[in-house]
């Protein structure tokens, strides 16, 4: 069933804060016009309808292109396409493209507005949309969150969160630096219309930062990265690491 999706803050259809949503992400039964079927199937991804120049919602850098699908074509899916990588476990991608429309190329980096493409109806489409999904740790989840900026694409991995009693005297630049967030960002995660209006005895949420450790990690490297001791961070993920504070393996999300 079609909607309309209001007050999207991250659009990757240019001159937009709204689109007609024409396929919701999850499970669906639709008709195909080609075929003159139904189908059943996951969806992967919301398709949009409203806007026809597709630009990057965040910053990001361009991993996959493909361009070569005329028309309608069961054997290509995605048609022509674009995959973004935004955080090291965060990628976008951009289906149905208009053939020859892709203004990047692997390997670019593009910045929040840049031109990638136009609206097409390549691949498994039975009419122009642009098929937009949100991968998250190789699993997808609801573009939705990251379409109305509940989610950042570009955010550090915020899995939990601590309440800040605001002091008197604080500003939301000083406590966002304090605690290595960026203030725009803690701004939004609040509420607050306006970053310079924070007041005594306000209670403001404050994201806990998690990195995922990767090969040549040590948790003293760690720890000097992001300004604190390694007895401090071993202290925070001993239910993770374990006894042995030099321990550290390959994959293991630490909060900081």
């Known amino acids: 069933m079609s909607y309309k999706l209001k007050n999207i803050k991250y659009n990757p259809l240019k001159g937009y804060d709204y689109s007609n949503v024409s396929s919701r ?44 699908v005329s028309g309608y074509s069961e054997k290509q899916s995605r048609g022509n396409y674009i995959v973004l990588k935004h955080k090291k476990d965060i990628y976008t991608v951009y289906y149905h493209l208009k053939k020859n429309s892709i203004r990047v190329s692997k390997g670019d980096r593009v910045e929040r507005g840049a031109l990638l493409a136009e609206v097409g109806a390549t691949g498994h489409a039975t009419g122009p949309h642009l098929h937009y999904g949100v991968k998250v740790n190789t699993k997808w989840v609801n573009p939705e969150d990251y379409l109305l900026g509940k989610k950042r694409l570009t955010a550090e991995n915020f899995e939990d969160h601590i309440i800040y009693t605001v002091k008197q005297g604080d500003t939301l630049i000083e406590i966002a630096a304090k605690y290595g967030i960026d203030y725009k960002l803690l701004a939004e995660i609040n509420g607050i219309d306006n970053p310079d209006l924070i007041y005594a005895g306000d209670k403001i949420k404050l994201p806990l930062k998690t990195i995922i450790v990767e090969k040549g990690d040590t948790l003293s490297g760690i720890a000097k990265k992001y300004n604190t001791t390694w007895q401090k961070l071993y202290e925070k993920n001993k239910d993770v690491i374990g006894d042995d504070p030099n321990l550290i393996k390959v994959g293991m999300v630490l909060k900081i």
């Open 25 to 68: 992400f999850g499970s669906r039964t639709f008709y195909n016009d080609v075929t003159k079927k139904y189908e059943k199937g996951f969806h992967n991804g919301i398709d949009l309808t409203t806007g026809t120049i597709v630009i990057a919602p965040e910053d990001g850098e361009v991993t996959e292109v493909y361009n070569g």
